[in-house]
Structures are given as structure tokens and as C-alpha cells.
């Protein structure tokens, strides 16, 4: 068995467990119309599909920013390794979640990346930053 092999099944078998949904979008850059006034910020969709989503700590970290105190959630997405060019800031949006009905509609930012050779699922770190 050659390890080609084992990593498709390996992969075969993450992807097995991604039984949510996401869309991935990267924000532009804004587009003031000159006519209207209106400031717009044109999104890119990069990925539809098939996601897992895990919580990377067991405890949200406070932050104060000002006045308001925020609630700093760091998760996991896992998609398929198909999933590539990915960007620090780019977001994820839940849309379906077959286990968790709190998940969808959901947003995370990603703010890390992690590459290797032999992964069986793309695993990027997130944000989800509430109000509290």
C-alpha cells in the first residue's frame, strides 16, 4: 500500500465527517459610486461546500476595545484539501449544520493558516468576535 494511498482514504475519511456547510468570500477593497455616495465593499466568492467546525479552546478570551467588551471565539474549519488560496482575513460563513442549529449564519475570520505534506484535511484557525 503506497502512501498516496493512505492519504486518499485518509482524505476520503475526513471529508466524511464534514457534515456542515460553509461559504468562503474575500472582501475587496471599497468602491465609493461617485454619483450616490454609497461605499461599497465587492466580495469574491472563493469556496462553497462541505466544512467541519471544532472549537479550538474550550473558553472564549475577553478583550476590550474601547468602551465595548468583546468576546474573542477561536475555532477550527476544516475543509477539503481541494480548498486552496486561502487568505489571513478572508471569512467564512456557516450555512448549514446537520448537528448544531446555533452554527449556521454564523461568520468566523480566519487568522491562521497551516500547511503541510501529508494532511488529510485543509484546517484553518478562526475568530469569531462577539459583543458581550
Known amino acids: 500500500m503506497s502512501r498516496a494511498s493512505v492519504l486518499a482514504r485518509g482524505r476520503a475519511k475526513a471529508e466524511e465527517g464534514m457534515e456542515d456547510a460553509c461559504t468562503i468570500i474575500r472582501i475587496g477593497d471599497r468602491v465609493t459610486d461617485t454619483t450616490t455616495g ?3 465593499e465587492p466580495a469574491t466568492t472563493l469556496y462553497t461546500g462541505k466544512c467541519r467546525v471544532q472549537q479550538a479552546t474550550a473558553q472564549a478570551q475577553r478583550e476590550d476595545a474601547g ?4 468576546l474573542m471565539l477561536r475555532l477550527e474549519v476544516q475543509l477539503p484539501m481541494s480548498v486552496t488560496g486561502l487568505e489571513v482575513g478572508d471569512r467564512i460563513t456557516i450555512t448549514a449544520s446537520e448537528n448544531d442549529p446555533d452554527l449556521p449564519g454564523r461568520v468566523f475570520r480566519i487568522h491562521d493558516l497551516a500547511h503541510a505534506t501529508h494532511k ?3 484546517r484553518v ?5 462577539t459583543g458581550s
Open 125 to 129: 484557525q478562526c475568530l469569531e468576535v
Open 120 to 122: 488529510t484535511a485543509r
Open 67 to 70: 468602551e465595548d467588551r468583546l
Open 38 to 40: 454609497e461605499v461599497t
